[in-house]
């Protein structure tokens, strides 16, 4: 029996969260190397702050901007009734992020609307998993499928995971929006088949 989207998440989160502090930097480590492979230094790259036990680390942010990558990062707010809306950007500077809504660090005011990230060269998609025809698993809130639809065409989606997080397969709806690439610790950026 196929398992659900939530039953996936749970397992997940259960195993990220028994992965020891040793483990999660070391990985952290990894992707950074491999991002800044394959980041064009001048380039503009949309990413996040992860959180908890979510793969990657703040200091790829900042090898970025040493690289002259100008980093946009995600706002998140959602409407008068709770609906998540697409998200807006902050561009990133060293030592400015602020505590947000939803347990997240964003950066301060200006930001920019949701139509910028298609000036992003590429986009680094938090995730919980993602599978070799690019179905990503996210929180569930919705955020980021209302949000890449705007991306522009060429730019890659880049679901950052750890290696057992690329799978063979998960349960995808219509409006999930389809990874082009995923980057793991020990794979590095892998392209996707997105069929």
């Known amino acids: 029996m196929r398992q659900t989207k939530t039953q996936v998440r749970a397992a997940i989160l259960a195993a990220r969260g028994a992965a020891t502090p040793q483990q999660r930097a070391a990985e952290a480590d990894a992707l950074t190397a491999h991002l800044l492979r394959w980041v064009t230094p001048g380039s503009t790259v949309c990413a996040y702050v992860p959180v908890g036990s979510e793969p990657g680390s703040a200091d790829l942010l900042d090898e970025l901007n040493d690289r002259g990558v100008r980093v946009l990062l995600p706002v998140a707010r959602q409407d008068d009734d709770g609906v998540p809306r697409p998200l807006w950007w902050g561009t990133y500077r060293a030592g400015t992020l602020v505590r ?50 705007l991306a522009a065409d060429a730019a890659p989606l880049v679901a950052v995971v750890r290696d057992e997080e690329l799978v063979d397969a998960l349960p995808a709806e219509p409006h999930d929006v389809r990874m082009t690439h995923a980057v793991t610790p020990g794979l590095g950026v892998v392209e996707l088949r997105r069929e």
């Open 100 to 149: 947000a809504a939803f347990g997240l660090r964003e950066p301060p005011t200006p930001h920019l609307p949701p139509e910028t990230v298609a000036e992003a060269s590429g986009v680094l998609v938090p995730a919980l998993a993602v599978d070799r025809r690019g179905t990503r698993l996210g929180r569930g809130a919705g955020f980021y499928d209302r949000t890449l639809q």
